[in-house]
């Protein structure tokens, strides 16, 4: 009879580890819409800010038609820009991601196949660039950390401060994530934004529905979180599977993500024929004791390409309006 008692409560216990956490959902009006700018100060307007970093009061946004990192205030005033288009040492010709540290900013630029550094408006140095992918990335003292997919690896390091143009010494971490017959399908769906924190690095996948967590120090992949079954994935992945599926083709379920504090925010897609398509929904993760998501944010607009988060703000690039909005964060 005991055995028996033991048993139930056993698996009692496990349907009750196995229940979904309650999600709160938060629509955010119009009205907490605090500043809109839509143009620099020289009157000429934003067109294609695809990535935000906000750091110590300041708010950095790539646009990548003009080839500059616009540096505005909390108030989203600006201060400078970094950057500027052309071929030169000190220029940009096809920058597709940025990281701000210490008051200096690392640019990955497609077009020069190099990492241009800059101390402000200052530039300072060029390393060259063996592998990467246009996703987020970000260095410290002696490396860089680049999302870079190969047959069997999705992100590297690479020692910074080299002196010639040969590529410097690099590792790759990380395993392919082989759902797919071919290889080349899988090099398409691996591309993964990559975010530093003291418990490990975190990669969040544009294609896969899932978050990881690389240890710190040996980079190994030590926890994995499922989002198969949040909204909006679980809707998006029976909207695809209700296309058909086809190596050459994938639908990205992810378009932007930002780790701010011990929060990590997810900039969603959201699929499907009856609403149409949208990326307003921002998931937010906390990341300890173990990855849990928390909440669900709808944004005011309807499309936005990216975003960065401060303590009070959410500052995002409103995609059909044209516009960076600060956002004010629900308490």
């Known amino acids: ?38 143009q620099y100060a020289d009157s000429s307007y934003f067109s294609a800010i695809k990535m935000m970093q906000y750091d110590r009061g300041a708010v950095y946004a790539l646009d990548v038609r003009r080839c500059d990192i616009a540096v505005l205030d909390s108030a989203l005033q600006l201060r400078h820009t970094i950057g500027r288009s052309g071929r030169g040492p000190n220029e940009l010709l096809m920058p597709c991601a940025f990281y701000e540290r210490c008051d200096t900013t690392a640019v990955l630029d497609f077009g020069s196949r190099s990492i241009k550094r800059f101390a402000g408006e200052q530039f300072l140095s060029t390393d060259v660039l063996p592998n990467a992918v246009d996703c987020r990335f970000f260095w410290n003292d002696s490396l860089y950390y680049l999302p870079a997919v190969t047959e069997e690896h999705v992100f590297l390091t690479m020692q910074r401060h080299t002196a010639d ?121 906390a990341l300890s004791p173990q990855m849990h998501i928390k909440r669900i944010y709808k944004l005011p607009g309807e499309i936005y390409d990216s975003f960065c988060v401060s303590p009070t703000y959410f500052y995002a690039f409103n995609a059909i309006e044209s516009t960076i909005e600060a956002i004010r964060r629900p308490l």
Request: hydrophobic letters at 30%; aromatic letters at 10%.
């Open 1 to 38: 009879m005991k055995k028996h008692i033991w048993i139930l409560i056993w698996v009692l216990a496990g349907m009750g580890c196995n229940k979904p956490i309650p999600v709160e959902s938060i629509e955010i009006s119009s009205e907490s819409i605090k500043i809109r700018i839509d």
């Open 165 to 285: 143009d040969t590529p410097p010494p690099h590792t790759y971490y990380g395993t392919l994530d082989r759902n797919v017959e071919t290889v080349s399908g899988a090099l398409l769906r691996n591309n993964r934004n990559l975010h530093p924190h003291p418990t490990g690095c975190y990669a969040v996948p544009e294609v896969q529905p899932y978050v990881e967590r690389y240890d710190s120090e040996s980079l190994v992949l030590r926890e994995r979180l499922d989002l198969s079954e949040t909204e909006p994935y679980k809707n998006n992945l029976a909207f695809a599977a209700s296309k058909g599926y086809s190596e050459k083709s994938f639908y990205t379920y992810t378009s932007d993500s930002y780790l701010e504090g011990d929060r990590l925010f997810i900039l969603c897609n959201t699929l499907g024929d009856s609403g149409g398509f949208r990326v307003n929904q921002l998931l937010e993760i």
